[in-house]
């Protein structure tokens, strides 16, 4: 069992910037991907970062203000989040390991506890 802690969340207003952190246990290297679910609403997916290669992805709403990073070393990913909206409030889940569509909840085999970040206007 693979076990992901998120930190890094916080309060802060409207254009700044905050970087969430996931470290994973264990050696196993996978896929990683950052979620997040904002009250009465669906879990969005943001970003997520190949297990090797690094190759990166985003949703278009974060495209170009976050930037998803890792450090195979530590086991560890980033999420680097700048320009912060209102909109990106939300609390943000860590995950971990893909068999399918790396934009799809469903797969992710683990998921962290989640860290709450929320933009004031």
């Known amino acids: 069992q693979v076990q992901l802690v998120e930190s890094g969340g916080g309060l802060l207003q409207a254009g700044g910037s905050l970087r969430l952190s996931c470290a994973a246990s264990?050696?196993?290297?996978?896929?990683m991907g950052w979620f997040r679910q904002a009250p009465g609403k669906d879990r969005e997916f943001v970003a997520a970062i190949s297990r090797s290669d690094g190759i990166t992805y985003y949703a278009e709403s974060v495209e170009g203000r976050f930037t998803i990073s890792r450090d195979n070393a530590k086991n560890t990913a980033y999420l680097q989040m700048n320009s912060l909206k209102p909109e990106d409030t939300a609390v943000y889940y860590c995950?971990?390991?893909?068999?399918?569509?790396?934009?799809?909840?469903?797969?992710?085999?683990?998921w962290g506890q989640g860290t709450q970040v929320t933009v004031s206007s």
């Open positions: 264990g050696r196993t290297i996978y896929t």
């Open positions: 995950a971990a390991r893909i068999v399918g569509t790396y934009s799809r909840a469903d797969a992710y085999s683990y």
